[in-house]
């Protein structure tokens, strides 16, 4: 399969170690602040509720829709709607795209939570029985995509015309994927037990038996499976094989669960956490942080527009809004706590960054997470 082509590759890592969330960016009460963190030292307190904006539709921001965003909307009135599946809990998206439908109001959204893989699934079956598609848009994680890209079952958009930065384009032969979200990840502690300074600053480090039986990881080894991509094969299941021996961590299923873990004491440490995890956490009062060490691994999610689609023009305007910093990159902010950031603030200078960014990347941390869950003893 050919290689995927990212059309910006060059990733520059902002200075600072540990992310404190200022609760005033990013409230339980829903207001959100899409201005700068601060970064004036290493240990600064810095928000990722601003950071999750910068990246998203810079380039058709406070200048307002590019032309042809404006020209897909317009078109997409006669279409009068759209049918979008995500993974998101369906009373939180009604939240997050009320912006859209009063900016919009000629367009519905008719949304479908599903996951990515069963997605897949539906479309393809319905392709093969010659069905019309009954959904015109879907988020999806970049190793689920795999039988779309397969099959030649995703649109070609030209992204950049719709105001969506070159950065956040992927694509692999005529398939074309807009990202909408990325999370970081990190080792979550509770700030009453642990400063940063206790952590250690790499991967490597964190081997050490002082942190036996008190640190967690996740029995399905997806989120380390990013130092795969960083390290290669071999080298990140060595890691992995000295880590599960000498670390003797708990097991734990999910980054909610394991932080709960974290928060009530029964842990110090916990390796299956992100920063949108994290920021949910501290809006609720809760004492954590996160602290990202010499390889930050990410879970990227895009969307793409299916070939076939009905209403392929209001899928182009709401896809154009969803990712724009005032539209719907704010609202998943303030009601998921996920930004969007490519260049991620609050990780060291030095850092590399885990991220899937070809076919072969995504078929390595597939392999790698699945090396990791059997090291571990398994789950689903």
Known sequence: MPALRRRSTSVILCASSTLALALSACSSSGSSNTGSGSTGSAAATTSAAPAGTGSAATSASSGGASAGLAAACTAAESEGQLNFRDTTDPDVFAKEVAGFEQKYPKIKVNFGSQRPQDSVQSVVAEVQAGHALDVDAISIDFPSAG??????????????????PE?????????????????????????TKLKASDLPDTWDQLIDSKWAGKIIVDPRGEYLSGLGIAWGEQKALDWYTNFMKTDKPMVVKGATASLQKVISGEAELTTSSHDAEILEQQAKGAPVDIKYLDVVPTQDHYAIILKGAQ?????????????????GQAAQLKYEFKGNETEPKGVPATAKLGAINSPDDAALQTKVASEFSKLTGGGS
């Open 147 to 164: 039988p779309l890209i397969q099959q030649n079952l995703i649109a070609t958009v030209d992204w950049p015309s719709l105001g969506v």
């Open 311 to 327: 209403h392929p023009n209001a899928a182009k305007c709401f896809l154009g809004w969803w990712i724009s910093p005032d539209g």
């Open 167 to 191: 950065s956040d384009v992927l694509t692999d032969q005529t398939a074309q994927f807009v990202r909408t979200q990325r999370t970081i990840l990190g080792l979550g502690y509770n700030t």
